[in-house]
């Protein structure tokens, strides 16, 4: 079945720092993956997403690119703020089959 | 622009009791589904349905029950409430096609004592 394989965290960064949260899948076909955002107390937000191979997902200073070759799906941002201090998932869907998540990376970012 | 609309937002219930959760969405999203959110297990999905009249269970199904009869509605009902079942509960929905993105509403905490 589908499964998706997100880093442990905490990630723990100063601000302004290169974020980088690794996520890797395996998948029947070929999926959409997706990165959520889970600010603390609140639900799930799309934070980017992409459909097909080499495609590349940006929003408020992320991306991902879709790396078909390592089933990968890495989230990375330039410069981190507090304010993004959030819980991350990664997730896929694949056919019209049900969306697949990763157990989620915490990020923790210190003034 | 409501989105998804979950109630109630916390619950406290002793072991035995039954509840509904509530949701609805005003998108006209044929796809909704149903996860729990617990530490270090991500979302686990509990069940699903692709359109009003059609369910079907996730991962995690047991004790609990959705029916379809609209498509803006989809209730989950704890049928026994047991304190496994203490979880932060989110309701989702989509179009049906499996390349956008889902809707996520804001949650319900619940507490089974």
């Known amino acids: 079945g589908d499964s998706v394989t997100q880093m442990e965290g905490p990630v723990t960064l100063s601000e302004e720092a290169f974020l980088t949260i690794n996520c890797t899948y395996t998948?029947?076909?070929?999926?959409?993956l997706f990165w959520y955002v889970q600010y603390p107390g609140e639900g799930l937000q799309l934070l980017l997403k992409?459909?097909?191979?080499?495609d590349k997902g940006s929003n408020k200073g992320f991306e991902a690119t879709y790396r078909k070759e390592t089933t990968s799906f890495h989230l990375e941002k330039g410069s981190v703020q507090v304010s993004d201090s959030a819980v991350y998932f990664c997730?896929?869907?694949?056919?019209?089959?049900?969306?697949?998540f990763g157990k989620g990376t915490m990020l923790l970012v210190s003034p | 622009n409501a989105g998804v609309t979950q109630t109630p937002k916390f619950q406290v219930l002793k072991t035995g009791q039954s509840m509904t959760l509530q949701c609805a969405q005003d998108?006209?999203?044929?796809?909704m589904s149903w996860y729990r959110q617990d530490p270090g297990m991500g979302l686990r999905l509990i069940h699903y349905?692709?359109?009003?009249?059609?369910?079907d269970q996730g991962e995690v199904p047991n004790g609990y029950n959705v029916s379809r009869s609209t498509t803006e509605d989809f209730p989950l009902r704890l049928l026994s409430a047991a304190p496994s079942q203490t979880s932060v509960y989110f309701c989702?929905?989509?179009?049906?096609?499996?390349?956008?993105?889902?809707?996520f509403g804001d949650g319900t905490r619940l507490s089974i004592l």
């Open positions: 989702a929905s989509r179009p049906t096609a499996s390349n956008q993105p889902q809707h």
């Open positions: 998108m006209n999203h044929e796809y």
């Open positions: 997730a896929l869907i694949s056919g019209y089959s049900t969306l697949t």
């Open positions: 992409a459909t097909k191979a080499d």
């Open positions: 349905s692709v359109g009003a009249g059609i369910t």
């Open positions: 998948a029947t076909g070929y999926p959409s």
